[in-house]
C-alpha cells in the first residue's frame, strides 16, 4: 500500500510525464508547455462516440453513428490517439508506471466537468484475471480509484472478465463482437445500480464493442443510462 501511495507521489509533477523535461509543480497534469500544446484534446466529438469531429463538420452524429446503434448513451474521449498518447499509453500499461493514473484521470474529470455529464457510480472495465495477473494492475481500475476521488462518485468494482479472449486490436468490429459474446458478468451488488446512472471507465476507445458488450449487459440489470470515458480515441474518418 505505502509504495503504491508513493508511486503515485513522488514522480508526480517533477518531470513532464511525455519529454521527461523538468517542469514547475504549476503545470496542469503534470506536461511541460511544448507537450501540452502538441496534445490533441478533443473539443468537438460525435455526440454519441466521442471520436473528434472537424469544426467545419456540421452534424452532431459522425457518419458511422448515424448507422450504428449502441447500447451506452454517450461516449467521451479527451485526446486524439497519435504517437505521444500511445507512448504514453504503453507505459503505462506495460511500463507499470502506475503514477500516470493521477494526470489521466486528472484530464478526464475536466472533461466531464466541460460535457456537464451526471452520474451515480463509476465502474471500470475489467480484465481477466490472467491478464491482470501479468500486468500487475487492472489499468481501468486504477483510474477509476483516482476519478473516484475527484469526482467524489463510489468505484464499483462488480463486473467480472469470465473468458480471456484474444487481444481485441488486431480483430475487425466484427471479430469483436463475436470474441466479446458472453464474456462479461455482474457479480454483487447490483441493487446499487438499478435506475442508476454509470460511467464506465476505459483506456481507449477504439470501435466500442467492449463498452456497448458491458453496457447491454448493464441495461439488462436494471441501469438506467450508462456513459463512457476514455482516455484517448483515433481520428474519426467520414
Same mark, same amino acid.
Given at each position: 500500500?505505502?509504495?503504491?501511495?508513493?508511486?503515485?507521489?513522488?514522480?508526480?509533477?517533477?518531470? =513532464? &510525464?511525455? !519529454?521527461?523535461? /523538468?517542469?514547475?509543480?504549476?503545470?496542469?497534469?503534470?506536461? %511541460?508547455? $511544448? +507537450?501540452?500544446? #502538441?496534445?490533441?484534446?478533443?473539443?468537438?466529438? =460525435? &455526440?454519441? !462516440?466521442?471520436? /473528434?469531429?472537424?469544426?467545419?463538420?456540421?452534424?452532431?452524429? %459522425?457518419? $458511422? +453513428?448515424?448507422? #450504428?446503434?449502441?447500447?451506452?448513451?454517450?461516449?467521451?474521449?479527451?485526446?486524439?490517439?497519435?504517437?505521444?498518447?500511445?507512448?504514453?499509453?504503453?507505459?503505462?500499461?506495460?511500463?507499470?508506471?502506475?503514477?500516470?493514473?493521477?494526470?489521466?484521470?486528472?484530464?478526464?474529470?475536466?472533461?466531464?466537468?466541460?460535457?456537464?455529464?451526471?452520474?451515480?457510480?463509476?465502474?471500470?472495465?475489467?480484465?481477466?484475471?490472467?491478464?491482470?495477473?501479468?500486468?500487475?494492475?487492472?489499468?481501468?481500475?486504477?483510474?477509476?480509484?483516482?476519478?473516484?476521488?475527484?469526482?467524489?462518485?463510489?468505484?464499483?468494482?462488480?463486473?467480472?472478465?469470465?473468458?480471456?479472449?484474444?487481444?481485441?486490436?488486431?480483430?475487425?468490429?466484427?471479430?469483436?463482437?463475436?470474441?466479446?459474446?458472453?464474456?462479461?458478468?455482474?457479480?454483487?451488488?447490483?441493487?446499487?445500480?438499478?435506475?442508476?446512472?454509470?460511467?464506465?471507465?476505459?483506456?481507449?476507445?477504439?470501435?466500442?464493442?467492449?463498452?456497448?458488450?458491458?453496457?447491454?449487459?448493464?441495461?439488462?440489470?436494471?441501469?438506467?443510462?450508462?456513459?463512457?470515458?476514455?482516455?484517448?480515441?483515433?481520428?474519426?474518418?467520414?
Amino acid at each position: 500500500m505505502i509504495s503504491t501511495l508513493l508511486d503515485y507521489i513522488y514522480p508526480r509533477n517533477i518531470k =513532464c &510525464i511525455i !519529454c521527461k523535461n /523538468p517542469i514547475p509543480k504549476t503545470n496542469p497534469y503534470s506536461l %511541460c508547455k $511544448n +507537450c501540452f500544446n #502538441e496534445i490533441h484534446f478533443i473539443k468537438k466529438g =460525435c &455526440i454519441k !462516440c466521442g471520436k /473528434p469531429l472537424t469544426l467545419f463538420y456540421k452534424d452532431e452524429f %459522425c457518419i $458511422n +453513428c448515424k448507422k #450504428e446503434d449502441y447500447f451506452f448513451e454517450r461516449a467521451l474521449s479527451c485526446v486524439e490517439y497519435d504517437d505521444n498518447i500511445h507512448k504514453l499509453i504503453y507505459s503505462f500499461k506495460y511500463g507499470r508506471k502506475t503514477y500516470l493514473a493521477y494526470p489521466i484521470a486528472s484530464i478526464m474529470k475536466d472533461k466531464l466537468e466541460y460535457e456537464s455529464i451526471d452520474f451515480d457510480y463509476i465502474i471500470p472495465v475489467p480484465l481477466h484475471k490472467k491478464r491482470q495477473i501479468k500486468r500487475g494492475f487492472n489499468q481501468s481500475q486504477l483510474i477509476s480509484e483516482i476519478l473516484g476521488k475527484f469526482t467524489n462518485k463510489q468505484m464499483l468494482d462488480i463486473l467480472y472478465r469470465n473468458k480471456h479472449t484474444k487481444f481485441l486490436s488486431n480483430l475487425t468490429k466484427k471479430d469483436r463482437k463475436n470474441e466479446l459474446k458472453g464474456v462479461f458478468t455482474i457479480k454483487g451488488n447490483q441493487h446499487k445500480i438499478i435506475k442508476k446512472n454509470i460511467l464506465l471507465v476505459d483506456d481507449i476507445f477504439t470501435t466500442g464493442s467492449t463498452v456497448d458488450e458491458i453496457s447491454k449487459i448493464l441495461l439488462a440489470c436494471g441501469v438506467k443510462k450508462i456513459y463512457v470515458i476514455t482516455f484517448a480515441t483515433g481520428k474519426n474518418i467520414y
